[in-house]
Structures are given as structure tokens and as C-alpha cells.
């Protein structure tokens, strides 16, 4: 049972991480996959299924594009996803929104009952 | 399990569109490439991917609201198109069942005069009772052995025990009939013996063999 909460949990905060991690630079799925399992102590280790329909959302929504690299030699052409402006100001938005959460919740539950 | 059945095996189960499980198919080949030259091997990038069954499972999981609708809308659609395709398939197989009747003519294959003169042959073998003669005129070895003297004999005692002499023909009804993409001679004749009237009903195929001899 805990680990459909965690589960639960961890989805409100998937967007945010991912764009995140596309604030600074371009980058394809499996970089996205390593880095949030390396920058998490292996809180956010995504499977493939859980990151890209996350992606695809982003890109429907208008948040990130994304482009297929031109490969060099036996390279295998890779997905690069980009940040928009609108991403930019959507992860502005949502991180305001997850420091007040936070902190209420926290606060919440420190509370005694 | 190599690299391609098990991408392959995820696709199956995935519940998109299928541009969707093309962009899939592209990013899990790349994902598993950079994963190999990251040091993992296929072994290792699968278990950690998991099965092909819930790897698509969880794509499922997480597709948007409108993806999983547009799929359900789109296998809806694709179910009614094949019950929609079998009934027309059912009623074009209907239709090239049923017997369609034209004018004599139409085909091409007959003549009002050769059908008629063909006719008058059997029944002429039939008033004198050669039968033998009626049997080479048939167009298959089971319609031969149904037109036997006792059968044909049997026949016309149902009509009365004495016909008397053949006295005429009277009226003639010609057409042609398409069944399952072949075409018949059907005649209608009416006949006039001393004693009785029969009406006789045959039919011929494109080689003017007899395939229906009916009496009443």
C-alpha cells in the first residue's frame, strides 16, 4: 500500500523535475532517465514508460519541442528535448507553487494533532 | 530475447496511435543504444526496463486522457469496420447466390430459336421413350443417372396412366438465369397430349447440356 502512495506522491512533482532538468540544456531520454536517478540518490529512478508520456504531455502542452539529432557515422539519431519560454515560465510558476506547498505541508504535518 | 522482439513485444501492447508507437519504437531504440554505450548491457537495460508487458503497461498508465480516447475511438472504429466489411462481403455472397433472371439474349451464350428447337428434342426423347438419348444430353454423371427409364417412367405415370399422342406445343416462356457467376437457358413449354397437358420446365447451360427436367 505504501508504495502506491509514494508512487502517487512522486507523480505531482514529475513535470517539475523534468523541466528542471531541461532549464539549462537539451537533453534525450535516457540522459533524463540517469540524471534523475543520480540527482535523486535514486528517488526518481523513471522507467521509459513513466518519462515519456511525461515528455510527450510537456510537448503537447507547449512547454518543451523536442528534435531528432542528425546522426554521425554508426550514431543512433537521438531525441533532444528543449525548454520554451512558455516552459520557462511554466517551471517559474510551479516552483512557487512547490515552495508554498512544501512548506505548508511540512508544516502540517509537524504540527501536533 | 533480442533488442528488436522486445521493442516489438512493448509495441503490441501499447494503447496509441500508431505515429505514437512509431516516435516509441524510435526513442526506446535510441534509449537502449546510449544505454549500451553507457556500459549496460542489453541484459541488464532490459530487467531494467522491465518486461515488455508492463513496460507498455505503465506507457498506458501515464498516456494522456485524449491518447487513451482517440485509441479506444480509433479500435471502435477499426471493430465496426470489420463487422461492416463481413456484412457487405455476407450480402455481395448473398447476391451472387441468388438466381438473377433476364431475357433470353442477354448473355449472349443463347438463341430463342436453338433453345427452343433443344427443347422439343428432350421432350420429343422423353414422348418416345429414349431415355438413353436424354442421358447423353445431360451436363453432369448424377443428372445422367437420376434421368434412368425407371425413374422417368415413374414420372409420367404421376401424370396419368395414358397421356395419348403428342398433339402440340402451346405456349413458350424463355429467360436466362445467373447463378453464382453462371448463366442458364430456363424454358417453360407447354405440351398437349391426347389425354392430358403437361408443362414441362428445363434448363440448359452455355454448352446447351441439360441441367433441370421438371414435369407438372
Redesign the interface.
Known amino acids: 500500500m505504501q508504495g502506491r502512495y509514494e508512487q502517487q506522491m512522486k507523480k505531482g512533482v514529475l513535470e517539475m523535475l523534468v523541466l528542471k532538468q531541461l532549464e539549462k540544456e537539451e537533453r534525450y531520454g535516457y540522459q533524463l532517465i540517469s540524471r534523475l536517478k543520480d540527482k535523486s540518490g535514486g528517488l526518481f529512478a523513471l522507467k521509459e514508460g513513466t518519462l515519456y508520456p511525461i515528455l510527450y504531455r510537456l510537448e503537447d502542452d507547449g512547454l518543451v519541442v523536442s528534435r531528432w539529432s542528425q546522426p554521425q557515422g554508426k550514431e543512433v539519431s537521438r531525441k533532444y528535448y528543449v525548454i520554451t519560454e512558455e516552459g520557462k515560465k511554466g517551471l517559474k510558476e510551479l516552483s512557487v507553487l512547490w515552495r508554498d506547498f512544501s512548506a505548508q505541508v511540512s508544516k502540517m504535518m509537524e504540527e501536533e494533532a | 530475447m533480442n533488442q528488436e522482439k522486445y521493442v516489438i513485444a512493448v509495441l503490441k501492447k501499447l494503447k496509441c496511435s500508431g505515429s505514437?508507437k512509431k516516435e516509441?519504437r524510435?526513442?526506446?531504440?535510441?534509449?537502449i543504444?546510449?544505454?549500451l554505450e553507457?556500459g549496460e548491457s542489453l541484459e541488464e537495460i532490459m530487467a531494467?526496463?522491465?518486461s515488455p508487458a508492463?513496460?507498455?503497461?505503465?506507457?498506458n498508465?501515464?498516456?494522456?486522457k485524449e491518447?487513451i480516447t482517440a485509441f479506444k475511438r480509433r479500435k471502435g472504429l477499426g471493430i465496426a469496420g470489420v463487422i461492416i466489411g463481413i456484412l457487405v462481403v455476407l450480402l455481395l455472397l448473398g447476391f451472387y447466390m441468388i438466381p438473377k433472371n433476364y431475357p433470353m439474349g442477354k448473355s449472349g451464350l443463347y438463341t430463342e430459336e436453338e433453345v427452343t428447337e433443344r427443347t422439343k428434342t428432350v421432350i420429343s426423347y422423353f414422348d418416345e421413350g429414349d431415355y438413353e438419348a436424354i442421358q447423353e444430353m445431360c451436363f453432369s454423371k448424377s443428372m445422367e443417372q437420376a434421368m434412368t427409364e425407371e425413374k422417368l417412367e415413374e414420372v409420367k405415370k404421376l401424370f396419368g396412366e395414358d397421356w395419348g399422342e403428342f398433339v402440340t406445343f402451346g405456349n413458350i416462356y424463355l429467360g436466362e438465369v445467373v447463378q453464382m457467376g453462371k448463366s442458364y437457358a430456363v424454358v417453360q413449354i407447354n405440351a398437349t397430349y391426347e389425354n392430358t397437358g403437361i408443362t414441362y420446365t428445363l434448363m440448359f447451360d452455355k454448352e446447351m447440356k441439360l441441367c433441370a427436367f421438371y414435369v407438372k
Open positions: 505514437k516509441i524510435k526513442e526506446l531504440e535510441s534509449d543504444a546510449a544505454a553507457n531494467r526496463m522491465g508492463s513496460l507498455a503497461g505503465e506507457f498508465d501515464n498516456f494522456s491518447e
